[in-house]
């Protein structure tokens, strides 16, 4: 009975370790499509993908994500930009509350 016992917890064992190898490999091909697909829309919008490194001495919260609109480079001579424009002037007019 210790011999049936050993190779049944052998052969259990080798199954769960085929059943693990195999959840690992669908999760690493999960990431690579959802990468190829990050990559894939982010070329039909017309953006080039962006890489954020984290630096060190930043905020926690700054470290990743997305680059925010003041580090990104200002619009080329050929790229047409359409913007109201109205004067903002210096100070708000004040308003007497009575």
Known sequence: MNV??????LVLKMVLAVAGFIFMLSLLLAGLIAGALFL?????RGRKPVIVMPRFGMPPG????????ARRPAATAGEVVDVEVREVP????KIDRR
């Open 4 to 9: 049936v016992t050993q190779i049944v917890s």
């Open 62 to 69: 700054r470290q990743w994500g997305f680059p925010n609109a």
């Open 40 to 44: 894939l829309w982010s070329l039909l």
């Open 90 to 93: 210096d100070q708000a007019p």
